[in-house]
């Protein structure tokens, strides 16, 4: 079993839309959980962090952790089609990457 | 806003030859870190540099890799001898004190031929 898996997408939701974005992990050491939004050619950008379980709003994103699941998601409300991106999970002790979601946000 | 830059933006090479890859972290921040991503691949991490030495790296990060913080404001990788397999982006990221809170620079392109 990968230690992160995340459905690589694409994800094609219209424009004003809830999206949700999730990963999936094996390593129950991880505590810290973040997201990353990269655009096409672009170095990753970190949009949130949350440590442990339990939720997190920033604006229109959401984070939630769910430890006892293994499951971690992403929630972008209001979806704009500049939020079309790459979003990319990661955890850790020592920090594991998801291989990214690709989310196209249609006007 | 304070940001990571990394030269060049795009490095050819051939197979065989050394490259460094620069970066030039936040100011204010302590901790640096190297990654790279092969095209359609995930992000993954090469090592972690704190105090002038090396604090972790990967199984990625072998005797052909090395880094250094020559000054005061850069951080370089260096592949002395670069094979097929490390074309990728390679990132430089920094954070002022946790991990968990990185800063990306834009990339650098290597293609080695």
């Known amino acids: 079993q990968k230690e992160v898996e995340q459905d690589p997408g694409p994800l094609s939701v219209p424009e004003g839309a809830i999206v949700s974005l999730n990963c999936t992990y094996s390593n129950s050491a991880f505590q810290y959980f973040m997201w990353y939004r990269q655009y096409s050619r672009k170095g990753p950008e970190l949009l949130m962090y949350t440590y442990s379980s339990g939720n997190k709003e920033d604006g229109r994103f959401t984070a939630q952790v769910d430890k006892s699941s293994k499951y971690i998601s992403l929630f972008i409300r209001d979806s704009q089609p500049s939020d079309s991106a790459t979003y990319l999970c990661a955890m850790m002790d020592k920090i594991i990457f998801g291989k990214g979601t690709r989310l196209h946000i249609l006007p | 806003e304070p940001e990571v830059t990394q030269t060049p933006s795009h490095q050819v090479t051939q197979m065989g030859q050394e490259v460094i890859l620069r970066c030039v972290p936040i100011?204010?921040?302590?901790?640096f870190y190297w990654y790279r991503q092969i095209l359609g691949q995930k992000v993954e991490f090469l090592v972690s540099?704190?105090?002038?030495?090396?604090?972790?790296k990967s199984e990625i990060f072998d005797d052909q890799f090395s880094v250094e913080r020559p000054d005061g404001s850069n951080f370089t990788l260096k592949i002395r001898s670069t094979k097929l397999e490390d074309s990728a982006m390679y990132f430089c990221?920094?954070?002022?004190?946790?991990?968990?809170?990185?800063?990306f620079g834009p990339g650098t392109r290597l293609t080695v031929t």
């Open positions: 540099f704190y105090n002038n030495e090396i604090s972790e």
């Open positions: 990221a920094s954070s002022e004190v946790t991990a968990y809170e990185q800063y």
């Open positions: 100011s204010n921040h302590l901790y």
